[in-house]
Protein backbone atom coordinates (compact mmCIF):
# COMPACT_ATOMS: atom_id res chain seq x y z
CA UNK A 1 0.00 0.00 0.00
CA UNK A 2 1.55 3.28 -0.91
CA UNK A 3 2.04 6.49 1.59
CA UNK A 4 0.02 9.35 1.88
CA UNK A 5 2.50 11.83 0.41
CA UNK A 6 1.00 14.70 2.67
CA UNK A 7 2.54 12.00 5.66
CA UNK A 8 5.94 11.81 4.49
CA UNK A 9 8.87 13.83 6.48
CA UNK A 10 11.89 15.17 5.21
CA UNK A 11 13.62 12.35 6.36
CA UNK A 12 11.99 9.65 4.49
CA UNK A 13 12.70 11.63 0.84
CA UNK A 14 15.81 12.30 1.74
CA UNK A 15 17.60 10.54 4.26
CA UNK A 16 18.48 14.03 6.12
CA UNK A 17 17.28 14.65 9.66
CA UNK A 18 14.06 16.72 10.05
CA UNK A 19 14.90 20.66 9.87
CA UNK A 20 14.54 21.73 13.19
CA UNK A 21 14.90 25.58 13.77
CA UNK A 22 17.19 27.12 16.73
CA UNK A 23 14.21 27.90 19.32
CA UNK A 24 13.72 24.21 19.41
CA UNK A 25 17.55 23.31 20.63
CA UNK A 26 19.86 24.03 23.37
CA UNK A 27 21.41 27.60 22.87
CA UNK A 28 24.69 26.53 21.26
CA UNK A 29 27.98 28.22 19.90
CA UNK A 30 26.85 31.76 19.29
CA UNK A 31 23.74 31.32 21.05
CA UNK A 32 25.51 30.41 24.11
CA UNK A 33 29.11 31.65 25.91
CA UNK A 34 29.67 33.05 23.07
CA UNK A 35 26.82 35.41 21.93
CA UNK A 36 27.43 36.92 26.01
CA UNK A 37 30.18 37.18 25.08
CA UNK A 38 29.64 39.08 21.86
CA UNK A 39 27.50 41.43 23.54
CA UNK A 40 30.01 42.08 26.06
CA UNK A 41 32.57 43.14 23.94
CA UNK A 42 30.17 45.28 22.37
CA UNK A 43 29.79 47.27 25.34
CA UNK A 44 33.88 47.29 26.09
CA UNK A 45 34.02 48.55 22.70
CA UNK A 46 31.46 51.55 22.96
CA UNK A 47 33.03 52.59 26.33
CA UNK A 48 36.59 52.76 24.86
CA UNK A 49 35.80 54.63 22.12
CA UNK A 50 33.69 56.97 23.79
CA UNK A 51 35.97 57.63 26.08
CA UNK A 52 38.88 57.82 23.49
CA UNK A 53 36.55 60.56 21.21
CA UNK A 54 35.81 62.70 24.25
CA UNK A 55 39.29 62.66 25.63
CA UNK A 56 40.68 64.11 22.53
CA UNK A 57 37.33 66.48 21.99
CA UNK A 58 38.63 67.65 25.49
CA UNK A 59 42.20 68.19 25.03
CA UNK A 60 41.83 69.38 21.61
CA UNK A 61 39.33 72.09 22.23
CA UNK A 62 38.52 71.94 26.16
CA UNK A 63 34.96 71.43 27.10
CA UNK A 64 33.48 73.47 24.50
CA UNK A 65 31.12 71.13 22.37
CA UNK A 66 29.80 73.46 20.10
CA UNK A 67 33.13 74.52 17.94
CA UNK A 68 32.23 74.06 14.24
CA UNK A 69 34.46 72.43 12.09
CA UNK A 70 36.13 74.34 9.69
CA UNK A 71 34.87 74.63 6.33
CA UNK A 72 31.53 75.27 4.67
CA UNK A 73 28.46 74.18 6.82
CA UNK A 74 31.04 72.28 8.97
CA UNK A 75 28.87 70.74 11.65
CA UNK A 76 30.03 71.25 15.44
CA UNK A 77 32.72 69.09 16.71
CA UNK A 78 30.55 67.73 19.00
CA UNK A 79 28.71 66.28 16.05
CA UNK A 80 31.53 65.24 14.67
CA UNK A 81 32.65 62.80 17.67
CA UNK A 82 28.92 60.84 17.88
CA UNK A 83 29.15 60.26 14.08
CA UNK A 84 32.92 59.17 14.72
CA UNK A 85 31.52 56.56 17.63
CA UNK A 86 28.78 55.31 16.05
CA UNK A 87 30.98 54.55 12.78
CA UNK A 88 34.00 52.99 14.74
CA UNK A 89 31.30 50.64 16.83
CA UNK A 90 29.62 49.43 13.75
CA UNK A 91 32.88 48.67 11.73
CA UNK A 92 34.06 46.80 14.72
CA UNK A 93 31.48 44.66 14.36
CA UNK A 94 30.99 44.86 10.53
CA UNK A 95 34.68 43.82 10.62
CA UNK A 96 33.77 40.79 12.58
CA UNK A 97 36.27 41.28 15.28
CA UNK A 98 34.09 40.03 17.74
CA UNK A 99 32.90 36.96 16.24
CA UNK A 100 32.87 33.69 18.19
CA UNK A 101 35.61 32.66 15.66
CA UNK A 102 38.16 34.13 16.14
CA UNK A 103 37.94 35.23 20.10
CA UNK A 104 40.34 33.76 22.46
CA UNK A 105 43.33 32.46 19.70
CA UNK A 106 45.11 33.65 17.40
CA UNK A 107 45.99 37.19 16.20
CA UNK A 108 42.92 37.68 13.28
CA UNK A 109 41.00 39.43 16.40
CA UNK A 110 43.74 42.28 16.96
CA UNK A 111 43.91 42.29 12.86
CA UNK A 112 40.25 42.65 12.58
CA UNK A 113 40.23 45.98 15.17
CA UNK A 114 43.24 47.67 13.91
CA UNK A 115 41.31 47.39 10.37
CA UNK A 116 38.02 48.20 11.44
CA UNK A 117 40.22 51.84 13.19
CA UNK A 118 42.22 51.94 9.87
CA UNK A 119 38.48 52.02 7.65
CA UNK A 120 37.41 54.93 10.31
CA UNK A 121 40.38 56.93 9.96
CA UNK A 122 40.32 56.40 6.23
CA UNK A 123 36.62 56.88 6.03
CA UNK A 124 37.29 60.41 7.55
CA UNK A 125 39.85 61.56 5.05
CA UNK A 126 37.81 60.79 2.11
CA UNK A 127 34.68 62.99 4.04
CA UNK A 128 37.18 65.50 4.44
CA UNK A 129 38.34 65.76 1.00
CA UNK A 130 34.93 65.83 -0.39
CA UNK A 131 33.17 68.08 1.48
CA UNK A 132 36.31 70.39 2.55
CA UNK A 133 35.79 70.14 5.93
CA UNK A 134 39.26 71.17 7.55
CA UNK A 135 39.20 68.04 10.86
CA UNK A 136 41.65 68.96 13.01
CA UNK A 137 44.82 66.48 12.40
CA UNK A 138 45.35 67.40 16.19
CA UNK A 139 42.22 65.57 17.50
CA UNK A 140 42.26 62.88 15.03
CA UNK A 141 45.77 61.74 15.85
CA UNK A 142 45.49 61.89 19.08
CA UNK A 143 41.93 59.89 18.95
CA UNK A 144 42.35 57.35 16.02
CA UNK A 145 45.58 56.17 17.68
CA UNK A 146 44.66 56.06 21.19
CA UNK A 147 41.45 54.45 20.74
CA UNK A 148 42.82 51.68 18.48
CA UNK A 149 45.51 51.43 21.53
CA UNK A 150 42.81 51.02 24.24
CA UNK A 151 40.67 49.00 22.36
CA UNK A 152 43.32 46.16 21.42
CA UNK A 153 44.54 46.72 25.49
CA UNK A 154 40.86 46.22 26.57
CA UNK A 155 40.91 43.11 24.35
CA UNK A 156 44.03 41.59 25.49
CA UNK A 157 42.24 41.77 29.18
CA UNK A 158 39.08 40.06 27.76
CA UNK A 159 41.25 36.83 26.01
CA UNK A 160 43.24 36.87 29.73
CA UNK A 161 39.71 36.10 31.16
CA UNK A 162 38.67 33.73 28.33
CA UNK A 163 42.01 31.97 28.69
CA UNK A 164 41.62 31.62 32.56
CA UNK A 165 38.28 30.36 31.77
CA UNK A 166 38.83 27.84 29.09
CA UNK A 167 42.00 26.68 31.20
CA UNK A 168 39.50 25.87 33.81
CA UNK A 169 37.57 23.60 31.21
CA UNK A 170 34.92 26.28 30.64
CA UNK A 171 34.41 28.26 27.52
CA UNK A 172 34.51 24.96 25.30
CA UNK A 173 32.99 24.89 22.41
CA UNK A 174 32.10 20.81 22.03
CA UNK A 175 32.11 19.71 19.01
CA UNK A 176 32.15 16.27 16.79
CA UNK A 177 35.08 14.97 14.11
CA UNK A 178 34.02 13.37 11.18
CA UNK A 179 36.71 11.96 9.23
CA UNK A 180 38.89 8.65 8.48
CA UNK A 181 40.36 7.17 11.93
CA UNK A 182 43.83 8.60 10.98
CA UNK A 183 43.27 12.06 10.59
CA UNK A 184 40.41 12.20 13.20
CA UNK A 185 42.83 11.27 16.08
CA UNK A 186 45.68 13.99 14.27
CA UNK A 187 42.73 16.18 14.82
CA UNK A 188 41.46 15.14 18.46
CA UNK A 189 45.69 15.48 19.65
CA UNK A 190 45.75 18.41 18.36
CA UNK A 191 42.78 20.11 19.69
CA UNK A 192 43.35 18.54 23.24
CA UNK A 193 46.56 20.15 22.82
CA UNK A 194 45.61 23.53 22.98
CA UNK A 195 42.42 23.90 25.36
CA UNK A 196 42.86 27.72 25.57
CA UNK A 197 41.69 27.61 21.42
CA UNK A 198 37.68 26.81 22.75
CA UNK A 199 37.27 23.12 21.04
CA UNK A 200 36.34 20.29 22.76
CA UNK A 201 35.83 17.10 21.21
CA UNK A 202 32.99 14.89 22.54
CA UNK A 203 32.66 12.63 19.60
CA UNK A 204 33.79 11.03 16.62
CA UNK A 205 32.16 10.26 13.22
CA UNK A 206 34.16 7.87 10.58
CA UNK A 207 33.34 6.76 7.39
CA UNK A 208 32.30 3.57 5.88
CA UNK A 209 32.60 0.74 8.49
CA UNK A 210 35.30 2.87 10.60
CA UNK A 211 32.51 3.03 12.89
CA UNK A 212 32.22 -0.41 13.56
CA UNK A 213 36.19 -1.25 14.04
CA UNK A 214 36.11 1.41 16.96
CA UNK A 215 34.49 2.04 19.63
CA UNK A 216 36.87 5.12 20.67
CA UNK A 217 39.47 7.24 19.23
CA UNK A 218 42.02 9.22 22.10
CA UNK A 219 39.41 8.45 24.55
CA UNK A 220 36.86 9.74 22.57
CA UNK A 221 33.44 7.59 21.56
CA UNK A 222 32.79 7.15 18.79
CA UNK A 223 29.08 8.10 17.84
CA UNK A 224 28.38 5.86 14.72
CA UNK A 225 28.96 6.40 10.71
CA UNK A 226 30.01 9.68 9.04
CA UNK A 227 26.47 9.33 7.27
CA UNK A 228 24.66 10.43 10.27
CA UNK A 229 27.08 13.01 11.75
CA UNK A 230 24.30 15.69 11.39
CA UNK A 231 21.89 13.40 13.81
CA UNK A 232 24.52 12.43 15.68
CA UNK A 233 25.77 15.87 16.54
CA UNK A 234 22.04 17.25 16.89
CA UNK A 235 21.74 14.17 19.21
CA UNK A 236 25.13 14.95 21.43
CA UNK A 237 24.26 18.80 21.71
CA UNK A 238 27.58 19.60 20.06
CA UNK A 239 28.09 23.11 18.97
CA UNK A 240 30.35 22.40 15.56
CA UNK A 241 30.54 19.58 13.75
CA UNK A 242 34.27 19.62 12.74
CA UNK A 243 34.68 17.83 8.97
CA UNK A 244 38.13 16.34 8.53
CA UNK A 245 39.77 14.34 5.99
CA UNK A 246 37.26 15.61 3.41
CA UNK A 247 38.64 12.92 0.64
CA UNK A 248 36.46 10.25 2.66
CA UNK A 249 33.30 11.75 1.77
CA UNK A 250 31.97 12.58 -1.64
CA UNK A 251 31.18 16.29 -2.59
CA UNK A 252 27.48 15.27 -2.46
CA UNK A 253 27.62 13.83 0.50
CA UNK A 254 30.00 17.17 2.54
CA UNK A 255 27.35 20.05 0.84
CA UNK A 256 23.87 17.38 2.10
CA UNK A 257 25.90 17.50 5.65
CA UNK A 258 25.90 21.20 5.61
CA UNK A 259 22.04 21.54 4.53
CA UNK A 260 21.18 18.50 7.14
CA UNK A 261 22.78 21.12 9.75
CA UNK A 262 21.00 24.22 8.59
CA UNK A 263 18.39 25.73 11.29
CA UNK A 264 19.65 23.27 14.10
CA UNK A 265 22.21 25.80 15.80
CA UNK A 266 25.22 23.47 14.95
CA UNK A 267 28.25 25.29 13.16
CA UNK A 268 29.95 23.38 10.61
CA UNK A 269 34.00 23.69 10.36
CA UNK A 270 35.90 22.16 7.34
CA UNK A 271 39.83 21.42 7.92
CA UNK A 272 41.40 21.81 4.50
CA UNK A 273 44.04 18.88 3.66
CA UNK A 274 46.88 21.76 3.56
CA UNK A 275 47.21 22.98 6.77
CA UNK A 276 49.80 26.40 8.29
CA UNK A 277 48.94 28.29 5.21
CA UNK A 278 46.85 31.88 6.12
CA UNK A 279 46.59 35.38 4.77
CA UNK A 280 47.43 37.18 1.50
CA UNK A 281 48.67 33.50 0.53
CA UNK A 282 44.91 32.34 0.22
CA UNK A 283 42.19 33.15 -2.08
CA UNK A 284 38.84 31.64 -2.49
CA UNK A 285 37.12 31.13 -5.99
CA UNK A 286 34.27 29.23 -7.34
CA UNK A 287 33.74 27.10 -9.98
CA UNK A 288 30.55 25.41 -11.16
CA UNK A 289 29.60 25.99 -7.30
CA UNK A 290 32.90 23.81 -6.36
CA UNK A 291 34.68 26.44 -3.95
CA UNK A 292 38.49 26.16 -5.00
CA UNK A 293 41.06 27.65 -2.58
CA UNK A 294 44.33 28.77 -4.32
CA UNK A 295 47.25 28.78 -2.35
CA UNK A 296 50.43 31.40 -3.46
CA UNK A 297 53.60 29.81 -3.13
CA UNK A 298 55.75 31.84 -0.25
CA UNK A 299 57.84 34.22 -1.49
CA UNK A 300 60.74 35.79 0.35
CA UNK A 301 61.51 38.47 -1.79
CA UNK A 302 60.06 41.77 -3.07
CA UNK A 303 58.63 45.52 -1.77
CA UNK A 304 56.83 44.03 1.13
CA UNK A 305 59.97 42.48 2.30
CA UNK A 306 61.78 45.94 1.62
CA UNK A 307 59.25 47.89 3.22
CA UNK A 308 59.54 45.62 6.55
CA UNK A 309 63.37 45.91 6.46
CA UNK A 310 63.27 49.73 5.82
CA UNK A 311 60.48 49.95 9.18
CA UNK A 312 62.66 47.69 11.35
CA UNK A 313 66.02 49.75 11.15
CA UNK A 314 63.81 52.83 11.36
CA UNK A 315 62.28 51.56 14.85
CA UNK A 316 65.50 49.76 15.82
CA UNK A 317 67.34 53.58 15.71
CA UNK A 318 64.60 55.31 17.12
CA UNK A 319 64.36 52.90 19.76
CA UNK A 320 68.17 52.61 20.91
CA UNK A 321 67.72 56.72 20.51
CA UNK A 322 65.20 56.87 23.47
CA UNK A 323 66.35 53.70 25.58
CA UNK A 324 69.94 54.75 25.75
CA UNK A 325 70.03 56.17 29.15
CA UNK A 326 67.63 52.97 30.62
CA UNK A 327 70.55 50.99 28.59
CA UNK A 328 73.07 52.60 30.08
CA UNK A 329 71.61 52.11 33.88
CA UNK A 330 71.47 48.91 33.02
CA UNK A 331 74.94 48.45 31.85
CA UNK A 332 75.97 49.52 35.27
CA UNK A 333 73.56 46.88 37.44
CA UNK A 334 75.35 44.44 35.64
CA UNK A 335 78.76 45.57 36.55
CA UNK A 336 78.48 46.46 40.03
CA UNK A 337 77.24 42.57 40.33
CA UNK A 338 79.69 40.43 38.95
CA UNK A 339 83.08 41.03 36.71
CA UNK A 340 82.62 40.68 33.33
CA UNK A 341 81.60 42.15 29.86
CA UNK A 342 78.21 44.22 29.74
CA UNK A 343 77.31 42.58 26.85
CA UNK A 344 77.16 38.65 25.94
CA UNK A 345 78.02 37.97 22.28
CA UNK A 346 76.96 34.74 20.76
CA UNK A 347 77.12 33.77 17.10
CA UNK A 348 73.81 32.58 15.85
CA UNK A 349 72.02 31.73 12.70
CA UNK A 350 70.61 34.43 10.28
CA UNK A 351 68.81 34.38 6.90
CA UNK A 352 69.94 31.86 4.40
CA UNK A 353 71.73 30.32 7.19
CA UNK A 354 74.47 33.39 7.39
CA UNK A 355 76.32 33.36 11.01
CA UNK A 356 75.94 36.61 12.60
CA UNK A 357 77.15 38.36 16.38
CA UNK A 358 74.29 38.80 18.75
CA UNK A 359 74.22 40.83 21.38
CA UNK A 360 72.30 40.72 24.20
CA UNK A 361 73.18 42.19 28.10
CA UNK A 362 74.79 39.44 30.38
CA UNK A 363 72.83 37.54 32.18
CA UNK A 364 75.04 35.03 33.79
CA UNK A 365 78.49 34.43 35.34
CA UNK A 366 80.98 34.36 33.19
CA UNK A 367 81.68 31.08 33.61
CA UNK A 368 78.31 29.81 32.22
CA UNK A 369 79.53 27.79 29.12
CA UNK A 370 81.91 25.91 30.92
CA UNK A 371 78.88 24.65 33.56
CA UNK A 372 76.40 23.73 30.90
CA UNK A 373 77.74 20.24 30.61
CA UNK A 374 77.26 19.89 34.07
CA UNK A 375 73.95 20.71 33.83
CA UNK A 376 72.97 18.84 31.31
CA UNK A 377 74.00 15.85 32.83
CA UNK A 378 72.13 16.59 36.29
CA UNK A 379 68.85 17.37 34.66
CA UNK A 380 68.89 15.26 31.92
CA UNK A 381 67.22 15.08 28.31
CA UNK A 382 63.95 16.21 29.86
CA UNK A 383 65.43 19.20 31.27
CA UNK A 384 64.01 21.51 28.00
CA UNK A 385 62.73 20.32 24.99
CA UNK A 386 65.25 18.23 22.81
CA UNK A 387 67.26 20.79 20.66
CA UNK A 388 67.08 24.31 22.37
CA UNK A 389 68.24 23.40 26.51
CA UNK A 390 66.01 25.69 29.28
CA UNK A 391 65.85 25.40 32.49
CA UNK A 392 63.72 27.19 35.52
CA UNK A 393 66.42 28.47 38.62
CA UNK A 394 69.48 28.26 36.30
CA UNK A 395 72.62 28.80 39.09
CA UNK A 396 74.44 30.50 36.44
CA UNK A 397 71.88 33.67 36.26
CA UNK A 398 72.73 36.24 37.99
CA UNK A 399 70.32 38.07 40.29
CA UNK A 400 70.73 41.38 38.06
CA UNK A 401 70.13 38.76 35.30
CA UNK A 402 66.75 36.98 36.75
CA UNK A 403 65.56 40.93 36.75
CA UNK A 404 66.38 41.44 33.11
CA UNK A 405 65.11 37.49 31.99
CA UNK A 406 61.76 38.29 33.51
CA UNK A 407 60.66 41.79 31.95
CA UNK A 408 63.26 40.45 28.49
CA UNK A 409 65.44 43.58 29.24
CA UNK A 410 68.38 41.52 28.62
CA UNK A 411 67.15 41.53 24.19
CA UNK A 412 67.23 45.32 24.03
CA UNK A 413 70.93 44.90 22.42
CA UNK A 414 69.33 42.69 19.67
CA UNK A 415 68.51 46.48 18.03
CA UNK A 416 71.57 46.92 17.30
CA UNK A 417 71.66 43.34 15.16
CA UNK A 418 68.31 44.95 13.71
CA UNK A 419 69.91 48.18 12.88
CA UNK A 420 72.89 45.98 11.28
CA UNK A 421 70.17 44.40 9.34
CA UNK A 422 71.11 40.85 10.98
CA UNK A 423 67.57 40.42 12.95
CA UNK A 424 64.31 41.86 12.35
CA UNK A 425 62.36 43.03 15.13
CA UNK A 426 59.74 40.09 14.59
CA UNK A 427 60.71 36.46 13.48
CA UNK A 428 61.73 33.35 14.04
CA UNK A 429 64.07 32.48 17.03
CA UNK A 430 67.61 32.85 15.99
CA UNK A 431 68.98 29.88 16.91
CA UNK A 432 72.64 28.64 17.61
CA UNK A 433 74.98 26.59 15.09
CA UNK A 434 74.50 23.80 17.39
CA UNK A 435 71.31 23.60 17.04
CA UNK A 436 71.10 23.20 13.39
CA UNK A 437 72.98 20.82 13.35
CA UNK A 438 70.70 18.77 15.10
CA UNK A 439 67.46 19.89 12.92
CA UNK A 440 65.35 17.68 10.89
CA UNK A 441 65.20 18.62 6.98
CA UNK A 442 62.25 21.09 6.62
CA UNK A 443 62.94 23.09 9.96
CA UNK A 444 65.27 25.08 7.71
CA UNK A 445 62.98 26.37 6.21
CA UNK A 446 63.01 28.74 8.98
CA UNK A 447 66.34 30.54 8.28
CA UNK A 448 64.51 31.92 4.50
CA UNK A 449 63.26 35.06 6.84
CA UNK A 450 65.70 37.29 9.16
CA UNK A 451 65.30 36.10 12.73
CA UNK A 452 63.77 38.26 15.25
CA UNK A 453 63.70 39.92 18.01
CA UNK A 454 60.22 39.10 18.85
CA UNK A 455 57.80 36.15 17.38
CA UNK A 456 54.90 33.83 17.68
CA UNK A 457 56.90 31.76 19.81
CA UNK A 458 57.49 34.82 22.09
CA UNK A 459 53.92 35.33 22.82
CA UNK A 460 52.99 31.86 22.27
CA UNK A 461 54.58 30.66 25.50
CA UNK A 462 58.42 31.49 24.95
CA UNK A 463 60.62 28.97 27.15
CA UNK A 464 57.07 26.82 27.83
CA UNK A 465 56.88 26.00 24.60
CA UNK A 466 58.43 22.63 23.68
CA UNK A 467 60.53 22.07 20.70
CA UNK A 468 57.96 20.90 18.02
CA UNK A 469 55.68 23.51 18.74
CA UNK A 470 58.27 26.09 18.59
CA UNK A 471 59.32 25.16 14.95
CA UNK A 472 55.48 24.69 14.11
CA UNK A 473 55.19 28.01 14.86
CA UNK A 474 58.59 29.85 13.52
CA UNK A 475 57.05 27.57 10.22
CA UNK A 476 54.09 29.29 10.14
CA UNK A 477 55.41 32.86 10.41
CA UNK A 478 57.93 32.57 7.95
CA UNK A 479 55.68 31.21 5.50
CA UNK A 480 52.71 33.55 6.56
CA UNK A 481 54.01 36.54 7.65
CA UNK A 482 52.26 40.47 6.83
CA UNK A 483 53.16 44.00 8.11
CA UNK A 484 49.80 44.08 9.87
CA UNK A 485 50.37 40.74 11.69
CA UNK A 486 53.48 41.84 12.60
CA UNK A 487 52.26 45.02 14.74
CA UNK A 488 49.65 42.71 16.20
CA UNK A 489 52.87 40.13 17.83
CA UNK A 490 54.33 43.00 19.08
CA UNK A 491 51.48 45.00 21.23
CA UNK A 492 50.93 41.30 22.60
CA UNK A 493 54.90 40.73 22.96
CA UNK A 494 54.93 44.11 25.34
CA UNK A 495 51.90 41.75 26.93
CA UNK A 496 53.76 39.32 27.66
CA UNK A 497 56.39 40.76 28.73
CA UNK A 498 54.72 42.86 31.02
CA UNK A 499 52.81 38.94 32.61
CA UNK A 500 56.12 37.59 32.47
CA UNK A 501 55.02 34.16 30.93
CA UNK A 502 57.46 31.66 30.12
CA UNK A 503 60.71 33.95 30.70
CA UNK A 504 63.39 32.22 32.52
Request: with cysteine; hydrophobic share 45%; glycine share 10%.
Amino acid sequence: MAEDPSETTPSDVTGAVPLVRPSTQRMRGRRGWAKKYERRLAVSDLFVVTLSMALAHGVRFGWEPFIPVQGDNGPAYALVTVAIIVVWVVLLGWSKSRDAAVLGHGPEEFQRVMHASWLVFAGIAIVGFLTQWQISRGYLLFAIPFGTLMLLVYRAAWRSLVKSQRDAGQLQAQCVVVGPPKTVRQMIRRLHSVPRAGYAVIGACLPGSGADRHESIEGVSVLGGADDAAELAIHANAEYVILAGTDAMSLRETKELGWELEGTGVGLIVVPTIVDVAGPRVSMSPVDGLPLMHVDAPRFEGGRYALKNTLDRITAFMGLLVLAIPMALVAIAIKLESPGPVFFKQIRVGVDHRLFTMYKFRSMYTDAEQRLAALHAVQGVDAGNEVLFKMKDDPRVTRVGKFLRRFSIDELPQLINVLKGNMSLVGPRPPLPREVEQWEENVGRRQLVKPGLTGLWQVSGRSDLDWEQSVRLDLYYAENWSIGGDLVILARTAWAVVAGRGAY
